[in-house]
């Protein structure tokens, strides 16, 4: 593969992963074509269509759930899978939307990935683990989050959206094995990071900082209401900085599932969250207690990059102060754009 000559599609290419990374990769590698292909559902997506035309990033509306979008992008030499309904509490009323998106989606991406003796990196998530069994790790309480020492495992129920990502890692293990794909599969923790549209059950830190800024209630739900329930995050660059490095050496990254977040040094508890949030906004809002936890909730989730670490010497290097830093720079450039992308009536002072 010419790296030169490289032609890159992302999926879900108009999204908040998708975007960054495209508009990264045209910036770092002139030579490449980067294309990206999105259905533009999600909220805040339109927002990215200049940036992409400006970093000289080919546009496709497209749909992954139809095969016929996917041959409309052409050919190419490496597909980066960053389409997916994303939140965990999808599918709890009608799932046909998350399945054909995330499971029959990405059965489309593998079968052109194959066709055209592409590399794949599948963007996975950390929700791939049983939400049970982690309901019933050990857990000491501090005064601000939980902590707990023990790894994840893997029989059981994991919420509908983490079961399709799943299903799919199956399917690119099977594809590997049968066909000879080159794949490489990324569990993400949280991203968060600019251009996110966060929301309570997905892109919650970006979620925070958002509400801080906008002066918008939040509340902390689940656990009884405390807030100490704890998540890793993880910058959007710095992902960026690893998908390069996949796509650069497809050879080396091939057949490499791994988890991909801030582990224990960059999470934050949304108590935690919020003090840094006050503190970056000056702003203090009011937060309610809904004590009740959602179904497929867990208190604490932290990244073991062991084996990632083992195989390359990328590591995260912008913190979680940095992370909701830079959403708040963010914010303050396109301050209009966003509150309407949120459907804020107005930029609250």
């Not at 990206?36 to 339109?46: K, T």
């Not at 066909?179 to 569990?187: I, N, P, S, T």
């Not at 996949?246 to 977040?261: E, I, K, M, R, S």
């Not at 949120?342 to 609250?348: E, K, N, Q, R, W």
């Amino acid at each position: 593969m010419n790296a030169r000559q490289m032609r890159v599609l992302i999926t879900g290419g108009a999204g908040f992963v998708g975007a960054n990374l495209g508009v990264s990769l045209a910036a770092r590698h002139p030579g490449w074509e980067v294309v990206a292909l999105d259905n533009l559902m999600r909220r805040g997506s339109e927002l990215n269509l200049a940036r992409l035309r400006g970093a000289g990033v080919e546009f496709v509306h497209g749909d992954v759930r139809e095969q016929a979008d996917l041959r409309a992008a052409g050919s190419f030499d490496a597909i980066v899978e960053c389409s997916a309904e994303p939140s965990v509490m999808a599918g709890l009323s009608d799932p046909s939307y998350l399945v054909q998106t995330n499971l029959h989606g990405a059965f489309n991406c593998l079968e052109r990935a194959r066709e055209e003796g592409a590399f794949l990196v599948f963007l996975s998530t950390s929700r791939v683990y049983p939400v049970a069994a982690q309901l019933e790790l050990a857990l000491e309480e501090t005064e601000t989050r939980y902590e707990l020492a023990a790894s994840q495992p893997l029989p059981g129920a994991r919420t509908l959206y983490g079961a399709t990502k799943l299903a799919a890692e199956h399917l690119i293990e099977e594809y590997a094995q049968t066909f000879g794909l080159r794949a490489a599969v990324d569990r993400c923790g949280v991203i968060a990071g600019p251009w996110q549209m966060g929301k309570v059950d997905q892109g919650v830190f970006s979620w925070w900082l958002l509400s801080h800024h906008f002066r918008r209630p939040l509340s902390y739900i689940g656990f009884g209401g405390g807030g100490k329930q704890v998540r890793d995050l993880l910058h959007v660059d710095d992902l960026v900085d690893l998908v390069d490095e996949q796509l650069g050496d497809p050879d080396a990254w091939a057949g490499c599932v791994a988890n991909v977040g801030g582990g224990r040094e960059g999470s934050l508890s949304l108590l935690e969250t919020t003090a840094l949030c006050r503190e970056l906004t000056g702003n203090e809002i009011e937060i309610g207690a809904e004590p009740e936890t959602r179904p497929g909730d867990v208190p604490i989730y932290l990244s073991d990059c062991a084996r990632l670490f083992a195989r390359t010497e990328w590591r995260p290097r912008r913190g979680p102060r940095q992370v909701l830093a830079d959403v708040l720079e963010w914010t303050l450039a396109n301050e209009d754009a966003v509150a309407a992308a949120l459907g804020f009536d107005s930029v609250a002072r």
